[in-house]
């Protein structure tokens, strides 16, 4: 039996983020959206912001949360998202989801809806495409629109979906098939991006609806799949929705829940088969899984009301016995000389805890059922 949890967040309360790392800087007249780090700082004479690039519209084929997390810290933050990916018809092609931009603007990020206009054919499959890259100009023409703009990530995203979304998917559908007739690379037909901009319509609610169907549908595979990198206590997992004030609504998962005395632990589980330690990046993707779980209200587990708190759980075969953020310091270090953690690794074990107490929720490290 699947356990169906709702939840509300009104706002993202301020959230420390101590694992962001020192990020590259470049000058705007210098800056080309291709040929820099998926995350960086851009200087634009007294405007400074960090910037983060998808790869994918889709959140879970490239794991963009990391990206994203690495510019928490900064005040103004812009991401570039394609509103489409279309890798050939021997390929997938990907669309936004409402979600997505949700998500983004609960965390106060100023989206820039991009499209792909240069590719080349992939070596391995002729039939597809690969190295693709945005149009650079009309990334650096949307900064500037940004810096002129007074309002709240919020309102700048919405905004950009009613005044300039079908036009940037024109753009998309045009490159696609300037991209087809230079490649020889036959891709998908342009009637999908049709069908999937009519669907959207001119109203934001017709793209709620559209991506909500899709996500319950991703949603509810997800629940019934134990992913090669979650090493659970139990096979059960959860499906969480979350609504906020905008009217969206994010359909997740749960790896694990724990349910005891009207108090339920929403887990997020990120495993090593042959490390002691997950990678830094599937931490930070757990990490912003914790903003949105932490910063739950009005939480029900089966429609009766509960209480909630958030608990990020790192596991590996090689690790022995567990430890919890929250535990003392002496009770930490000896878990952490009895495992002969680098010291590297001693230091972002103490800052991910330090982050976890901060913000209120659990990190725990375990050996792996």
């Not at 490239?62 to 050939?88: A, C, M, Q, W």
Request: with cysteine; hydrophobic share 35%; proline share 3%.
């Amino acid at each position: 039996m699947i356990t169906n949890i709702t939840g509300k967040i009104t706002g993202i309360i301020k959230y420390v983020s101590l694992l962001g790392e020192q990020l590259p800087e470049y000058s705007f007249d210098q800056f080309n959206v291709n040929n820099v780090p998926t995350a960086c700082v851009v200087r634009d004479g007294k405007y400074i912001f960090a910037l983060s690039r998808w790869v994918s519209p889709k959140r879970t084929r490239s794991y963009p949360f990391e990206r994203v997390y690495n510019t928490l810290n900064h005040s103004t933050k812009i991401t570039v998202i394609p509103v489409v990916k279309d890798e050939g018809i021997r390929g997938d092609r990907d669309y936004i989801q409402w979600d997505t931009v949700s998500l983004m603007s609960l965390l106060n990020v100023f989206v820039i809806f991009a499209y792909y206009d240069t590719a080349e054919v992939n070596p391995r499959n002729k039939q597809k495409i690969t190295q693709q890259q945005f149009n650079a100009q009309f990334v650096k023409t949307k900064i500037k629109e940004i810096e002129q703009c007074h309002s709240s990530a919020l309102h700048w995203n919405l905004n950009e979906l009613k005044t300039n979304f079908h036009s940037i998917l024109d753009k998309a559908a045009n490159a696609y098939q300037k991209i087809e007739k230079q490649m020889g690379v036959q891709l998908h037909s342009r009637e999908g991006l049709e069908i999937f901009r009519n669907k959207i319509g001119k109203d934001v609610t017709n793209f709620t609806e559209f991506s909500r169907h899709k996500s319950e549908q991703a949603q509810k595979r997800e629940s019934v799949t134990i992913q090669p990198k979650e090493s659970l206590q139990s096979s059960t997992k959860a499906t969480i929705t979350i609504r906020n004030y905008l009217g969206g609504a994010y359909f997740l998962t749960a790896d694990e829940i724990k349910l005891v005395d009207k108090q339920v632990v929403l887990i997020e589980s990120k495993h090593s088969k042959n490390a002691i330690l997950p990678s830094i990046g599937d931490i930070k993707d757990g990490l912003l899984k914790m903003i949105l779980f932490s910063n739950l209200t009005d939480v029900t587990v089966n429609k009766t009301p509960v209480k909630s708190t958030a608990m990020l759980v790192l596991t590996s075969p090689h690790i022995n016995n567990k430890i919890r953020s929250k535990d003392c310091t002496k009770k930490c270090d000896a878990f952490l000389q009895r495992n002969k953690f680098s010291v590297t690794q001693q230091e972002l074990i103490k800052t991910l805890f330090d982050e976890a107490n901060r913000n209120n929720f659990t990190v725990e490290i375990r050996h792996s059922q």
